[in-house]
């Protein structure tokens, strides 16, 4: 074995090994997520291309390379859920903008009782099951939970709920999230029962469903909203079903605007169409163009081309504020496009202001409106 394989393997071992010590000892957990990319060092530049949009895109994560085209992908404080949503996304905005998918992914997250070899085991083993896998590319699970091995895993959940009791109740109210922190206090043959505060009990009781999520568990669990007791201020839910994709998985709140906002696409500095916002996040967003416009004005050479959406948001300051920011498109249906955006960290900043101004506005409707039922 030549000195620098040997060297690679030693700093792989130390980074892992110390950032699994803090880990244990600040109650935190990290993701290690675990591909391969076949290097062509006849497109050296587009490597460098590509490993530093994975960086970018990674919150400037740490990138291993094992050797052998296989390279680790180091998540500081990231439960396992949120790493497979994000490599998810990762992958899906790689498709759009490089061409092609990262076709082996292996996912795991840390356990205070993990070794080195513990850890590189499992993220070994689920990239080993994405390598042979012929329908899926993403294989993922913990040192508690490991979906794809498990007879029943409902019921696998048993000693997961013994191990932490607490979850998270998601919920959708007019595009926004709301998300409850709530404790087990039951759960028995696929039935759970979970203590919620008598301020949402109205808010419960005309939901038909809620999803789950819990550190422990790399799936959301959506379940059926059976019965809210009053009287024990306890919400039963039933046929809990894994859902491998779902809204609590968006990497941010999704809003449609109080106001219309219009846009306009571009490419190359020419004005291709013209519509109004109908949603939007901090990396999507869809534009609704006037019907017929789309055949009459789109040029479907530039399905995959990166385009430009410009609109306007009233800033910090409360004056109104030119947002330009590059856009691909992911579908159309009628006359509505749909874009991933790619914004830089300024845009987000202030799609995020905006975002949080209609958030806080609904939210206090849902509070005026859930107290008056209260009363």
């Known amino acids: 074995m030549q000195k620098d394989t040997i060297v690679n393997d030693y700093i792989i071992r130390a980074i892992i090994e110390a950032n699994l010590q803090s880990a244990k000892e600040n109650h935190a957990t990290f993701s290690l997520v675990k591909f391969s990319y076949t290097i062509d060092l006849e497109d050296t530049y587009g490597f460098k291309d590509f490993i530093a949009f994975i960086h970018k895109n990674t919150n400037f994560s740490p990138i291993l390379y094992q050797g052998h085209d296989t390279f680790l992908i180091f998540l500081k404080d990231t439960k396992i859920l949120d790493a497979k949503t994000l490599i998810r996304e990762l992958n899906r905005k790689i498709k759009q903008i490089f061409r092609f998918e990262i076709q082996q992914v292996g996912i795991t997250s840390s356990d205070p009782l993990d070794t080195y070899k513990k850890l590189m085991d499992r993220v070994d083993k689920y990239f080993v099951m994405a390598k042979f896998s012929n329908t899926k590319n993403i294989f993922y699970g913990t040192a508690d939970f490991d979906f794809h091995h498990s007879d029943n895993p409902i019921q696998a959940l048993q000693n997961i709920f013994k191990k932490s009791n607490k979850i998270t109740l998601n919920n959708i109210y007019k595009g926004i999230p709301i998300n409850e922190d709530v404790d087990i206090s039951g759960f028995s ?35 059926d909203i059976l019965t809210v007791d009053d009287f024990k201020l306890v919400l039963i839910l039933g046929n809990l079903k894994y ?55 789109f040029d479907k050479n530039l399905l995959h081309k990166a385009l430009h959406i410009q609109f306007q948001f009233v800033n910090k300051k409360n004056f109104l504020s030119l947002i330009d920011i590059t856009a691909y498109i992911f579908s159309i249906q009628d006359n509505i496009i749909v874009l991933n955006l790619l914004p830089t960290a300024d845009e987000i900043e202030r799609i995020r202001h905006y975002i949080e101004v209609q958030q806080t506005k609904l939210l206090t409707d849902l509070k005026v409106e859930l107290a008056q039922k209260k009363s």
């Open 189 to 223: 043959n696929g039935i759970l029962q979970v203590r919620i505060p008598r301020s949402m009990l109205s808010f419960y009781k005309k939901e038909h469903f809620t999803f789950i999520r819990h550190d422990l568990i790399p799936d959301v669990i959506k379940a």
């Open 243 to 297: 859902s491998s994709t779902s809204p609590v998985e968006r990497k941010s709140a999704r809003i449609h605007p109080a106001q219309k906002i219009h846009a306009i696409l571009s490419w190359k500095k020419k004005k291709i169409l013209s519509g109004h916002i109908i949603n939007i996040s901090e990396n999507a967003t869809s534009l609704e163009v006037p019907e017929g416009d789309l055949d009459e004005k």
